[in-house]
């Protein structure tokens, strides 16, 4: 290595958003996962989208733009209130900020009327805690002004706690949140989806049971990364802590005196450090290249239990290494891991290398699309997508195209195509191991001969539903209807689905028959957009394992090109975004 460098370990971060998603769910709470420790960063934002959070939420709109930057099509939240010249810019890349003033509220109307799009907005409510929020006997009376403002829906109504004066969230304050929904939505008589229950200082409450029915949402960081305190104890033991791991490299390693010696002042930071506590003998000291310019030194635990942190000036840390034996030499890095503050400095640091591991064997980067025909005898639907253009397509996203039966080979994405649909398609496809399914078909019919673990499968489009049949897969929670979809957005369900059809598996098969678009017999179903997003989607959470694709035909091939073109990264609609 040849300075300090960060580990961010993108499995570790799955594993605990998964985790805490799953326990948020059994008290009907979906979690927006935060990014801000990271400045946003996509790699972490598409692991929590694994992990299964409905929203990625961020403090800053830079960070928001290197989100959209990088492809995260899923919903974002701007934390933190923009100003009102930062209106534009919100609109643009959030769908979602938390805001208290009426004059920022009336920007971003403006500004979502000008750039045509709705903006949906949470209206803070501060609980005690004197930090951002309207007070609770004014919340009505602003609620109505929101409802008045074009461009804006009022999506919900939040809370943050705990953050400048400690005041910890609690049944009573809680409850209060929850009371001011009902009341507007009695009132005011709007739907108010999101109850935002606060950070990670809400956990505690969700541990003990004690979360007032009626916050269904969560934003959480802290306890993601680091399963910082306050993370309750038995979700605190099941976490990763070691998601992060700061290094740096040893540049001087040396025995001298226990305490320093000549006249004693101040020290560069204008302290008066004081040795007598300190004892008098010789000691092994490393100085390692890294300072307070890139950290926090108290928030740094050394790996190693032999080591000590001794402190450190702008650009060098020292360690006590008396008790380490021969393990660090010179040139040889020393491994810590940070706390929030020390995370949120190297992360911001530009003098920190940030590594990211994934061990989970990553999607084949082969890029080149292994094209199988399902059906036996012409017209091959495969030769209908060369000739609409196919191969030049692929090239032009940096694709290769191959037959499938002729030159696939395991580093190939492979394709499946058949003009029948699911379930009897299915058995023509060989799914590999390890895969959860995501079906696009407009009827439940899942397939008796299919056979997969039920918790590994999400159907999504569906209609015509019986409800019983409804009911009973329902509560295996895998059935996306174009009613879920119409009211909550196929951006919004669809990562939680995937990370649900993943559970425990590394990757997924996805099959689209056609007949889950509008259009086909005038019944509603997807539209091509929402199609388009959500093969976006899946291509962004690079999970994506095989594919097929049902029902279509020769007169479908352009439409089909454009699927799988959406599928490997290639967008049909850029995010508006002015960075
Ligand atoms: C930072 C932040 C969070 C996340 O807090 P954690 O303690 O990291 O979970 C949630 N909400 C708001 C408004 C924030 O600023």
């Known amino acids: 290595m040849t300075g300090a460098r960060i580990d961010i370990d993108l499995d570790r971060i799955e594993y605990n958003t998964r985790l805490l998603v799953a326990s948020c769910a059994e008290a009907g709470i979906s979690v927006a ?81 000008a750039q045509g ?16 929020g309207v007070l609770p006997a004014e919340v009505l009376r602003y609620a109505e002004q929101v409802l008045s403002l074009p461009g804006i829906t009022l999506q919900g109504i939040g809370a943050n706690l705990a953050c400048i004066s400690g005041i910890q969230p609690t049944v009573d ?60 104890p038995r979700l605190y033991a099941s976490l990763d802590r070691q998601a992060f791991t700061l290094s740096a490299p040893v540049i001087e390693d040396k025995i001298k005196p226990g305490r320093p010696y000549g006249l004693s002042g101040e020290d560069s930071f204008g302290r008066r450090p004081s040795f007598d506590e300190v004892a008098d003998q010789p000691s092994r000291r490393l100085i390692l290249a890294i300072g307070r310019e890139d950290i926090d030194p108290d928030g740094l635990q050394p790996v190693d239990p032999n080591l000590d942190i001794l402190g450190a000036s702008s650009d060098h840390l020292l360690v006590e290494a008396s008790a380490a034996g021969t393990d660090y ?46 059906d036996l005898g012409p017209p091959s639907l495969a030769a209908a997508l060369r000739s609409e253009g196919l191969a030049a397509a692929l090239a032009a996203v940096g694709w290769g195209l191959v037959d499938g039966a002729a030159d696939a080979h395991e580093r190939s994405l492979p394709v499946y195509l058949s003009h029948r649909i699911w379930p009897d398609f299915a058995l023509a496809v060989p799914v590999a191991p390890a895969c959860g399914l995501i079906i696009f078909t407009p009827t439940a019919r899942y397939g008796d001969a299919v056979d997969w673990p039920a918790e590994n499968v999400v159907m999504v489009g569906l209609r015509d ?18 009613e879920d979809i119409d009211r909550h957005g196929i951006a919004r369900l669809l990562p939680p689905a995937v990370a649900q059809a993943m559970h425990g598996l590394p990757h997924i098969h996805v099959h689209f028959d056609r007949a889950v678009m509008a259009g086909q017999d005038m019944a509603a179903g997807l539209t091509y957009r929402e199609a388009h997003l959500a093969m976006e989607i899946i291509h962004e959470l690079a999970v994506l394992r095989s594919v097929s694709f049902g029902g279509f035909d020769a007169g479908s091939a352009p439409a089909l090109n454009g699927l799988l073109l959406s599928l490997l990264g290639r967008k049909v609609a850029k995010p508006a975004s002015r960075s």
Do not use: W
């Open 117 to 132: 799009r709705r903006h949906g907005v949470v209206l803070m409510v501060d609980l005690g805690d004197l930090r951002e």
């Open 465 to 482: 539903l019986f409800l019983t049949e409804r009911d009973e897969q329902v509560a295996a929670r895998q059935l996306l209807t174009v």
């Open 173 to 232: 304050n809680l409850d209060n949140l929850v009371y001011l929904a009902g009341e507007m939505r009695r009132r005011l008589g709007v739907a108010l989806p999101i109850v935002s229950g606060g950070n990670t200082f809400s956990l505690p409450l969700l541990e003990a049971g004690k979360m007032p029915a009626g916050i269904n949402h969560l934003r959480l960081g802290a306890s993601i990364m680091l399963a910082a305190s306050p993370t309750p």
């Open 329 to 374: 030499h010179l040139g040889s890095e020393v491994a810590f891991t940070p706390d929030y503050g020390a995370l949120l400095a190297a992360m911001t640091s530009p003098y920190v290398e940030k590594c990211y591991l994934q061990a989970r064997q990553a999607v084949p980067r082969a890029e080149v699309l292994a094209l199988f025909d399902s």
């Open 33 to 113: 996962g935060v990014s801000k420790s990271t400045c946003g960063s996509p790699a972490v934002a598409r692991a929590m989208l694994r992990g299964g959070v409905v929203q990625v939420a961020d403090a800053r709109l830079d960070n928001l733009a290197r989100l959209r930057r990088n492809g995260i099509a899923a919903p974002l939240i701007l934390l933190r209130s923009p100003t009102p010249a930062e209106a534009e810019r919100t609109v643009a890349l959030a769908d979602i900020s938390l805001n208290t003033e009426l004059g920022t509220l009336s920007a971003l109307s403006h500004a979502a009327q």
